[in-house]
Structures are given as C-alpha cells and as structure tokens.
C-alpha cells in the first residue's frame, strides 16, 4: 500500500498510525511541505488472541521511508498509552523528542533501560512558547487530565492551525498542575483553527466528569472512617489522586507506604520535576506493616488485576511483606478499563474471601475520569469552534458517535479516521484521500514481531488444541529401527492416557510394518499423520498441530 505523497504537499495530511478504533496505541503523523511531526507513540495491551503477548505497538513501516523528513515526536503527556512506544521503536524513525519537564522525568529511564539514554536528545518545552519544526511550528496549551502537565499542542502551518488536544477533561479544581488554558483555546478559536484532533474516550457519558476536588473530599472522610489498615490503589501515574491519598492519610494522622516499582518510579519522577515536594518521605511496605494498623495508609499497585502487582499478591496471600485481616479496608480508587474486568473481579473476590472491606466506584465516589464528558466536549468545540472535527482516542463506536456529536454540535466538516488513514485537512474537501500500511508489533519476549506472525498464529494453535510429538528412527527399507516414541503435551494426559497413547503407537507402527509405498518417506510421514490425526479426533475431539521427527539410522 504505497501512497504518492507528493500531490499533497501544500495540504496538511494527518496520518494517525495508532489510537483510532480502539484505546491506546496513540501514534499521530502530520504531513506538510515534506516534512513531518510526530504525536505520541504510544503502547496497548494485548487481548488473550495473543498467548505470550503482553504490549504491543503501532506498525511504523508507513513512515520509514519518510524518516529523514521527520522533524521531531512531540508528547502530550506519560501516559503508557502515548510514551509506551517510544523506547522500542525509536532506533527504527530516529528523531529528537519534545516533552514538558515530567514527561521527560518518566521518558528518561525507559530510554535509559533501552541503552538509549544518551542517543534520543529530549527538549524541554513548556507552555506559552511557539517552538519552530519549520514548516511547522508547535505551542503546549496546559489541558487538565489524570497525570501532571499534559498539554494539547497547537500545531501552526501556512495551512492553518490544528489543535490536536491529546487526553483532556476540564477541572475547575485539579489539584495537581494548573487548569485547562481556555484563555489560550479560545484565542486560537479567534483565530480560525482549521481542524481539531479531539479525545473521543468519555462521548456517551452525559454531563461532567467531575473534579480530583471533590474525590480528595470524600477520600478524606472515608479513611477517617476506618480503623483498621487501609489500601488503596489507583494508577501509578495519577500524581493527584496519590496526593490526595497521602493527605487524606495525613488527616487521619496516617503514614503512608508504597507497594509497588511503578509507583516508587514515577513517584521518583514526580519529584523530580517539582511534585509531591512538601510531603513526609513515604515508608517502605516493610516500615508500613510495622506500624499499629490505624497508623497507617499502603498505596498499592494493581488497580486493573495485574497478576504481578502488589494487590493481586495481596489477594493471594502472596505478598512478601503485606498481610491483610479482616477489619482492614481495600480501595479501588479508578476505573475498570474495559476488559481488564475479569482480572480485577478476581482480586476483589480473592480480598472479599479474606474478609476485608471492599470500595469500589460502583459504592462510593472515589473516582473521576480524566476524559471529557459530553458537556465538557460541548465546552471545547464552543472555545476552538474547529471548521473541520476528527474524532480519535477511542473504538469505532467512540469515533461514531464523537462525530455524530460534533455534527450536532455544528462543526462544518467531520472526519472518521481509521489507523493507516491519509486524512487531508483542508477546508471545503476534508477527506480520507488514502490509506498506509498499519498494524501492529508484538513484544514477544525481547524481540518485536509482527502481531500476525505465523509464530503467534501457531502459539495460540498450540494454546487452544495442544500437541502431538512422535519421534521415529527408521533405517533404509523404512522400517522401524526402535519403537516409536509419542507424548501429546497440552493434549493427552501422560499417565490417564497411557493406554490410549500405547494404542496409537501400536498402530502407527503396524502401518510402518505394512508399508510399500512407493511415494517413500513423504508418502509415510503423511500416513503416520492421517493415523494420529484420525485417532485423537475420534478419542478426545480435538485437533492438536502434530509434529514428526524422522530420524534416520
Ligand atoms: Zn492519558
Ligand atoms: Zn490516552
């Protein structure tokens, strides 16, 4: 799917590599004059259709020609879903990054564990600069979200200016970094903004999502209601929310302890760029658990089931410091992202099973979204009052109804995107004019491979239907020089099946006795196939991938 660039230069394409039709994975390219920009580049997690594969990445392939051409990858902000990427595609586009101080803060030791520390050249920018990648030139519009300093960027070209918003919600009171800048937003609305590249994640949630504010309140009373040890875990990266933990616990005369390396990392950077400073050091899950259990508050890693944080050892009883009794208190302060329901009912149920207190957001208001609802996105286009609207962030579903909104809400012109899209944005004729390759890579181990790799087509064969292995050594005439050894792991039983396994061996060695075909060894290794796929699909109805091993004497 090679796509000729070259009649667009005057038109400002966005090609989005990631982030459209699902959540995660953001990877924003903009074209102008030659030349390129970069939005984030981000991770996602891989779904059980992928055994072994944890992440994965947007397939870059479409931009490698062009990499000489690319100017720089400006982040919005360090959520996973918008940095995950960048350490392991890097070496492939090579450009200098673009972040605010915290973002770098969180950026520099994936680089780092990479060996790419002292390669990628990060600038620091901040907000309120116009920063020149001519043709283009870029400004970071502060924009409330669930992590410090995320910003918008205002994108400037000869073709008008694109506000490409990142994640965002409005909060009056976010407690952490300042509100959203809609002095700044409105005065590019003023201006004329060509096109905005806008968050579909909260579209069908009516109203606001409401304020860090009004959490930090009800989290306040709430662990001042408890009395024996508390637990609460959220996302490592939402620096208020852990804020408003540690000084809820300080009003409870509570100490605070950490569980868990990403929260010990990214509180680690938080600090670092001016964060969480006037707060008492935290202790160690081990100092934590020393303490009387009214003395204390344990943030934990986990919120989203992770088998391998903290809380899920907890629930299991296997954490080598915490231990939980009934009268202590669990706190899910976040959302369940969908598809990880699965997991995180398991650990409330493992918790319950123990005994323990349960707050959720389905009992208690411990939560906000960091997305916009729809009266927040009503606020947006009425600011920036875009004459062409293009829905990303989110599933199909989302980017439908995003767009259905927008068109209500009377933006002249809106786009669908899909990964790999060519999208002109060019008043009058905005358009999908063509498509790129995309897909995606997967972090199989420490290598990266494409997601549709025959090796993963055959992992989830070997997953879903086991196997048969049958080694035969045969000498020249094609008889069987020893007995034929077969083992069907993932499929038979070793020692129930003993007797079933002896009688395939049987008959695989009668059909060797007996056979004088003249298509030699191909025509044997298919006849031995036929036999044990015929007798496994009879006994136990199932199709394992078989394997022979032919040795010859
Ligand atoms: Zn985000
Ligand atoms: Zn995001």
Redesign the pocket.
């Known amino acids: 799917m090679n796509f000729d660039f070259k009649p667009y230069d005057d038109t400002m394409l966005f090609v989005p590599l990631g ?1 459209c039709n699902e ?2 994975m ?1 990877l924003n390219l903009y074209r102008y004059r030659g030349k390129w920009i970069m939005l ?1 580049c ?1 991770m996602g997690f891989a779904g059980p259709h992928l055994p072994g594969i944890e992440v994965l990445f947007p397939n870059i392939d479409a931009l490698l020609p062009y990499k000489k051409d690319l100017l720089g990858l400006v982040l919005t ?1 360090a ?1 996973e ?2 940095i995950g990427a960048v350490q392991y595609l890097w070496s492939e586009f090579q450009c200098p990054l673009y972040a605010t101080p915290f973002t770098a803060a969180m950026m520099k030791p994936k680089l780092r564990d990479e060996g790419l520390g002292s390669d990628v050249k990060i600038h620091e920018v901040k907000a309120g600069v116009q920063y020149d990648l001519a043709p283009f030139r870029f400004e970071m519009v502060p924009i409330t ?1 669930s992590i410090p300093e995320m910003h918008a960027v205002a994108i400037r070209t000869d073709a008008g200016v694109i506000m490409h918003t ?2 965002w919600k409005l909060d009056s009171n976010p407690l952490v970094g300042p509100t959203t800048d809609e002095v700044t937003l409105s005065r590019y609305g003023n201006e004329g903004v060509l096109a905005m590249v806008c ?1 579909s ?1 909260n579209v069908f949630v009516e109203g606001e999502s409401g304020s860090e504010g009004d959490v930090r309140a009800n989290l306040t009373d709430m662990i001042n209601a408890c009395t024996g040890r508390v637990v609460v875990t959220t996302f490592a990266s939402n620096i208020a929310r852990i804020e408003t933990i540690i000084r809820a616990a300080m009003g409870a005369e509570r100490k605070v302890a950490l569980a868990g390396k990403s929260l010990w990392r990214v509180t680690t950077a938080a600090k670092e760029s001016g964060y969480l400073t006037d707060l008492p050091p935290f202790l160690t899950d081990k100092q934590g658990m020393d303490l009387p259990k009214d003395s204390v508050v344990f943030i934990c890693t986990g919120c989203q089931g992770e088998s391998r944080a903290a809380l899920s050892k907890i629930a299991r009883g296997e954490h080598p410091v915490i231990r939980l009794s009934p009268g202590d208190t669990v706190i899910f302060s976040a959302r369940t992202i969908p598809g990880n329901n699965l997991e995180i009912a398991y650990v409330q149920n493992r918790l319950v099973e123990q005994g323990l207190e349960l707050i959720t957001d389905h009992n208690s208001f411990i939560h906000v979204s ?2 916009p609802a729809r009266m927040e996105l009503e606020r947006m286009y009425a600011l920036v009052r875009p004459k062409i609207a293009v829905p990303v ?1 989110g599933e199909c579903r989302h980017i439908a109804e995003h767009a259905q909104f927008a068109s209500e809400l009377g933006v002249p012109e809106i786009i669908k995107p899909f990964n790999g899209a060519v999208v002109a944005l060019k008043e009058g004729s905005a358009s999908v004019v063509g498509r790129v390759n995309s897909g995606y890579l997967a972090l199989d181990g420490s290598s990266l491979i494409d997601s549709n790799a025959p090796v993963i087509r055959m992992r989830r064969k070997l997953r879903d239907e086991g196997m048969v292995l049958a080694s035969l050594m045969l000498d020249k005439q094609l008889k069987l020089a020893s007995s034929v050894a077969l083992t069907a792991p993932g499929c038979l039983d070793d020692a129930e099946d003993k007797g079933f396994i002896a009688s395939i061996v049987e008959a695989i060695e009668e059909y060797i006795a007996e056979f004088k075909g003249k298509g030699g060894i191909t025509q044997l290794e298919n006849g031995v196939r036929s036999i044990i796929r015929r007798e496994i699909t009879r006994e136990v109805g199932k199709h394992p991938v078989i394997t022979l091993h032919l040795l010859k004497k």
Request: glycine residues 28%; aromatic residues 0%; proline residues 0%.
């Open positions: 982030g959540i995660g953001n984030d981000g902000h959520h879903d918008h979200h990142g994640d968050d994640t960091g997305h962030h």
